[in-house]
């Protein structure tokens, strides 16, 4: 037996032991393959996958997780969660992301008693541990799940199961919140949330699959795959029509390239309290 193969059969090991669960569900690689294992063990009936809507992740990732939700013969919830209406969110320090996260699995935990379940489920995996997460002390709080850690599966290992069990959305890029792209200490508004969303999905619409547009009040700083630079500098004409039109007076590409958690590199984790 492979090691993946060991650690797919601890996976199914941990969600057998668990009888019901309901998982929190992006319709992104990693909660996709927790729901895809955990229909497979546990039948449709025993398996709740919950969407959350929210002003920091754009509704088209919201409807389609939907779609796939319900391509899977399940039927999916849908609830919602106003964390621009939360101080502690919106003022962007790097503990915003504890409240976050506290915020999505109170909701969580409220359909989990209500249906009666056992278990609230996460997508987290190993490559989390690498960087700044501060929404691990919410979960902990609310005793959720992350299988996949527990299974100790790496990203590139949940992309390789996820393409053996004919999951769509094997090679989706990551997704994360759009406050991501806002330096911490720079408060959020919808405004500034829109004006990235709004930059990435045209820079997104030339057929670039990765990118991340961070704001820096006046200037965009575009963030790439090396091999996505040419078609930026091909297109830099339209790009920087379209974002001076969004309200950004300079536009920039970041030579480091494409990379997530980019605003956690100035921060110093060792001083901070979550």
């Not at 037996?1 to 650690?7: A, D, F, G, I, V």
Request: net charge neutral; with cysteine.
């Amino acid at each position: 037996m492979t090691k993946l193969e060991n650690k797919e059969q601890k996976l199914n090991q941990l969600l057998k032991d668990m009888k019901s669960v309901v998982i929190a569900f992006s319709g992104g690689v990693d909660s996709s393959l927790v729901l895809k294992k955990a229909i497979d063990i546990l039948g449709k009936n025993n398996v709740i996958p919950v969407v959350v809507k929210s002003e920091l992740f754009r509704n088209e990732e919201f409807n389609q997780a939907i779609e796939l939700g319900e391509s899977l013969g399940l039927r999916v919830l849908e609830t919602e969660i106003s964390e621009l209406k939360d101080i502690n969110i919106v003022k962007n320090t790097p503990e915003s992301w504890y409240y976050s996260k506290r915020l999505m699995y109170s909701k969580l935990e409220d359909i989990r008693k209500n249906e009666n379940f056992n278990y609230v489920l996460d997508g987290m995996i190993m490559d989390d541990l690498e960087d700044f997460r501060p929404g691990l002390k919410a979960r902990d709080e609310f005793n959720v799940r992350s299988v996949l850690q527990e299974a100790h599966l790496y990203k590139a290992e949940v992309r390789e199961l996820s393409q053996l069990h004919h999951l769509p959305v094997w090679n989706k890029p990551a997704l994360c919140s759009l406050a991501s792209r806002i330096p911490y200490g720079e408060s959020l508004s919808f405004s500034k949330v829109n004006k990235v969303n709004e930059a990435e999905k045209y820079i997104l619409n030339l057929g670039i699959n990765n990118v991340r547009v961070r704001y820096h009040q006046n200037i965009a700083r575009i963030e790439v795959e090396d091999n996505d630079l040419l078609t930026v500098i091909q297109n830099k004409k339209n790009i920087t029509l379209r974002l001076k039109e969004l309200g950004f007076d300079y536009i920039t590409i970041d030579l480091e390239g494409y990379r997530t958690g980019s605003m956690n590199e100035v921060i110093n984790t060792t001083s901070l309290k979550i």
